[in-house]
């Protein structure tokens, strides 16, 4: 019976593969609840990290809950239980993200296609290195458009001039960011410089992670170093016309946000496991008067979500984890 087989050890380890998500600045901004009765988890935001000055609206915090959200799915599928997930399920308890129930599985449920997608879970992680001048092949951007409509979302391959209308975007951004007390000490509280640090950290984004400074091309990469020096920190050429994909949906409300995180944790599943390298890139997205104009005209998308990185580049780095016993109670 299912309910014998949930025990600890096997709720801790789905909630492991849950918080392998990505999030703003590696901030992991969500709780997860197991109630034993009901074989249901409920996945709540963690409004300690939150970025008042970068997120304002709490955008990026429901993005990657959403994420965490998939990654729960997938990791339900693979372990043979289907996962009927709502979410906003209470209207009285707006802090409430989602319900996940998990049910027994006789032979192939609607969630079997996830299970394909879980080896990618622990080997997909935000490359902050230069990619390859390659195109990635059309059947692939086919199946990453897939990927995003499966959940509810609109995954654009921008034309040449839309890509440089975003590079711009993004150079605004990044000037912005340079001047706004706010922004600087948030992206300062969730990086980790010194290798004792690094040693140490549960969440942020450590030094080894920062990927080389840009010595020479156009994509978009940030600084997480910023004017603070990285001892033995190399600089590299990144790509001169990167391939930047917008990620978006038709509305702009929390539940919107929520399925975001879901359709940009399958896109970047299901890249991981085609051989792309990712890398997220929301810097315009967290000025509201630059946001819309990242969209793309020429699309029926409504509003951008996510701006994506796509390449073939090494291997990156994992960041650091929060204990699952941090981040989950169990009841």
């Not at 299912?2 to 590696?26: F, G, I, W």
């Not at 997860?32 to 409920?42: I, Q, V």
């Not at 000055?53 to 372990?79: I, K, Q, T």
């Not at 910023?226 to 990144?238: D, E, I, K, L, Q």
Request: net charge negative; proline share 9%; with cysteine.
């Amino acid at each position: 019976m299912l309910v014998q087989r949930l025990d600890t050890e096997t709720v801790t380890a789905l909630v492991k593969d849950a918080t392998a998500a990505p999030s703003m600045h590696n901030a992991q901004p969500w709780r997860f609840r197991f109630l034993r009765d009901g074989r249901t988890f409920h996945l709540r935001a963690d409004p300690g990290r939150a970025m008042p000055h970068s997120d304002p609206a709490g955008r990026a915090l429901y993005l990657g809950c959403g994420a965490a959200l998939f990654n729960l799915r997938v990791a339900a599928a693979h372990a043979g239980w289907e996962a009927a997930a709502e979410v906003l399920p209470d209207p009285a308890d707006p802090d409430l993200l989602a319900t996940v129930r998990l049910s027994d599985t006789a032979g192939p449920g609607p969630g079997s296609g996830l299970v394909p997608l879980y080896p990618a879970i622990h080997r997909r992680h935000t490359s902050r290195h230069p990619f390859a001048d390659r195109e990635i092949p059309p059947a692939i951007q086919d199946v990453l458009r897939d990927a995003a409509c499966q959940e509810g979302a609109q995954l654009v391959f921008p034309g040449a001039w839309h890509v440089e209308s975003l590079l711009e975007l993004v150079h605004d951004a990044e000037g912005r960011d340079t001047v706004d007390p706010g922004r600087s000490e948030e992206l300062e509280r969730w990086t980790r410089i010194g290798a004792d640090v690094d040693d140490a950290a549960t969440d942020g984004i450590p030094e080894y992670a920062f990927g080389p400074r840009k010595r020479d091309g156009r994509a978009p990469a940030r600084d997480f170093a910023g004017r603070r020096p990285v001892p033995g920190r190399g600089a590299a050429t990144f790509e001169h016309t990167p391939h930047l994909v917008l990620l978006g949906t038709s509305g702009d409300r929390p539940a919107d946000w929520l399925k975001a995180g879901q359709a940009l944790e399958r896109v970047l599943l299901l890249a991981t496991v085609n051989g792309l390298s990712t890398s997220l890139t929301s810097h315009a997205l967290e000025w509201p008067d630059l946001r819309r104009f990242v969209r793309d005209p020429q699309t029926a998308m409504g509003s951008v979500q996510m701006v994506l990185r796509l390449g073939y580049g090494p291997e990156a780095p994992g960041t650091p984890r929060r204990p699952v016993g941090d981040v989950l109670d169990i009841e």
